[in-house]
């Protein structure tokens, strides 16, 4: 019964959460700039609003244009249910391996991309170009960040990452820094988010992510919207729950998973401050010059990795 | 009166007519090539405008104007070339790479001919337009809607391996103005970039010659909308040049005033947008908030948040008390220095410096080819600015300085707002204080235009200087006006600068810039 219920509170979570941190980073950025803000309930709105409309759908548009936003949908939802989120009792589960993870997301990715290409406009081709272009080099970084994990603990299931390291002493913890550092860098990368992407950009021209996704509408965008807000939160909950696995509930009971989601909450609401301040206190860097910055993700990563073995 | 421009500049064979500050004379067809590049090349003069009056009626003939400003004296030396039973004239265009657009628009809208010409595409007449209307000519119907033609445009093509075309606009995702730009793309890198502008023909310059003088001010206000104040200042003293009247000496302080603070708001909402399109979200919120403070004291001091309806021929509608010039004087100390803080936070972001520096640089021989005005070139070091070359209103008594940069790139045509805008400020605190504390702000008699004759408006508005050269018949009526907007001269250049730039660069590049549609298309 009770496997049950965490079951379901793990699958629900992430779709559940996701706008509303959408909403709190808008928010706080609006706050930077001496503006109110919108609630930061609003992407729900937003979200609700979009499945009430009708779309257009390009003639030219295939099977792959129709389908990607539920592939890429269930693929968030069921990457969602399998991290840790606020307990380490799925340890079992066949999901959770690392290398599943990542692949699973760079399916969505891949989908996605084949999406703006889909319809033959300019700017989704574009659009497509460039997010696999930053996608492939986003790949190593974010790979040898968590693999620096798996070495520390010698699994590459996600769930025993997090209920390792949430009980390694403080010292061990400077090398899994430097590959949070690492995983940090390939994060804002995978999610779209400054220096790499601009999510507010009105610029079709400076578009990655929003760039795919101009021919879309209604259900099917606010689909493909709802899953790049679920593919923040997941990141977010595996810097949180891999990097800072402390609060999370090792035990099945109400209390511990009250607190761990307390927890949980707080730890990426955390993420989501840094998040917006960097983007409120920096300009978006070149396209030319962000190569620069997934190979630094993938040498700090490398380094905590030596670290680790070596010492 | 002008004896030693007119021995410097023209030579003893051309009978020169004095016309206010315009030397006209008429030049063979088969010598205007040799007199233009003259005076352009050898002389320095810069070339104002190119421009046709349709006489058929009244003399059987067309006439080819070719403006020349004389900078530092406010005479302008017009040579023309008359065309009787033909409708071709040479294009200069090979020479003169400036002429290229001027002589484009005429073939378009006079269906004169310019004879060598490379390019043979319309210019802001689209292809539904028919090919064998022209619009300015005095035989056009302007009341009747033509009927729609399907000619093709043909855009330049690059090809090779990996070459793609990227079409952008002309609707575009964000608020602003119609236009399109066709981009050839080696991976990210353009390769060769092409605007397609006229979405937003209004035939401005037929309205001109219909509308009645007052209707012609305001028509002249909405040319570039956010340039209003200067747009009208440009067409009255163009009007005023005609005349023989003296604006008064209040209403000559007051246009500055308002020039400035303009130019003052359009500045500050250039310096956001910059910011805003490297992704800088702070300059973008504290550009568009000093804009807004800027906007509001417009409507306080004239009820127009555009400065519309201040600018009437032979002066100013609108006055400055001595009560509201204390708070106004007040109130921009405040925002200068705000805007000081702002400019300082924002150069410590080396993030936002490294995204505009180098970016978007602009040749400085492709510039002065093109004749490239304003705030684009004098971030190159190009030393232009009517409110000295060609001084107006009150601008000979009041000192400043001209902002250059040497650059080209965007960080350049940021910083020579930057500058601008505290110049701006000494500017109306100097105009303020000098202004006179009472008299007139209009000329009150009644206003009588020469016969045949010429009439030049230049000023400086916050893009570069716009100009108007308005021509009247034998009854003193107007019966042509030419428009230029900097933008006209600019847009020509844009291709250059965003040459082998990444795409994702080109909204900055173009913000940059920030160009009028409206003014370009008239």
Redesign the interface.
Known sequence: MTSIIIWTIQLALVPALSPLFVGVIRKI?AR????VGASIFQPYNDLWKLLHKDEVISEDASWVFRFAPYIIFAVTVIVGASIPLFATVFANNSLSDLLVIVYLLALSTFFLALAGMDTGS??G??GSS?EMTVASLTEGGLIFSMLALVFAVDSANLFKISEAVSAFPLVAMMPIMLAFAGFLIAMLAETAR??FD?P???????MIHEAMILEYSGKRLALVEWAAANKLLIFLALGANLFFPWGIATTVGLMPILAALGWFVIKVLLLSLLIAVL???????????LPDLLFTSFILSVIAISLIIFI | MYQEIVEKYISKNYQVKTDGNVLIYEVPSSDILKVATTLYFEQKLPLKTITAVDERKEHGRFRILYVFGVPGSSVFLVPYITLSGTEEFPSITKQIQQAAWHERKIKTFFGLEPVGHPDHKPLILHENWPENLFPLRKDFNWQQRPEEAHNTYQFQTVEGEGI?????GPV???IIEPGHFRFS?AG?EIVLLEPKLGYVHKGTEKLFEILPLQDKVKLSERVSGDTSFTHSLAFCQAIESLSSFEVPERAKYLRVIFSELERLANHFNDVGFV?L??????G??NGT?LREQIMQWHERLTGSRFLRGVNTIGGVTKDISADTSKALLQDLQKIQKDFREFIDISED?A??L??LEG?GQLDYQIATDHGVLGVAGRALGIVSDSRIDYPYAAYNKIKFNIALEKNGDVRSRLYVRIKEIFASFSIIEQALASMPTSGKLVFEGKVELRKNSYGVGSAEGWRGEVFYFVVTDNEGQITRVDVRDPSFINWAVLGYAGKGN??????LINKSFNLSYSGHDV
């Open positions: 950025k930077f700039q001496n503006r300019a700017f081709g574009f460039r400054f220096p601009n507010a950009t009105h610029l079709e021209l400076t983007e409120s206190s920096i300009a978006k860097f070149r396209f030319f010059r | 793609y075309e990227i079409p952008v575009h995702a964000g793309v990210e910011m399109d490297t992704g800088f979200s702070f973008g919120a908030r972001s993030s936002l490294n995204r970016t990444v795409v994702p660069d080109f909204p």
